[in-house]
């Protein structure tokens, strides 16, 4: 079983920055691809970016150059630093798990707040 915890939410100004944490469990982590997805009041969820296995990363166009995934297979930690953020970026931020080709497991989610 892959458990993943979110931290690193919280309020900022619009054009802060915060970076978020996933620490995720299991003893294979290094094979696992991980996406960042968030969701908004009244909106669907919608993946934000992904790091894959080998590192390879994709973004959702409406964050590109602004926020960037990466990982640390040392610490099973997948981070997403969020720079020049935005008030339409408010969301409950989700790290989700996709491992054993077919297994995926979510977080509980984590509170970001874009406001002046």
């Known amino acids: 079983q892959v458990h993943l915890v979110e931290s690193g939410g919280g309020l900022v100004q619009p054009g802060g920055s915060l970076r978020l944490s996933c620490a995720v469990s299991?003893?294979?982590?290094?094979?696992?691809?991980i996406a960042w997805y968030r969701q908004a009041p009244g909106k669907q969820r919608e993946l934000v970016a992904r790091i894959f296995s080998m590192g390879t990363t994709n973004y959702a166009d409406s964050v590109k150059g602004r926020l960037a995934i990466s990982r640390d297979n040392a610490n099973n930690t997948v981070y997403l630093q969020m720079n020049r953020l935005k008030p339409e970026d408010t969301a409950v931020y989700y790290c989700?798990?996709?491992?054993?080709?077919?297994?995926?497991?979510w977080g509980q989610g984590t509170q970001v707040t874009v406001s002046s």
């Open positions: 989700y798990a996709e491992y054993y080709s077919t297994k995926g497991a």
């Open positions: 299991g003893s294979s982590f290094s094979t696992y691809n």
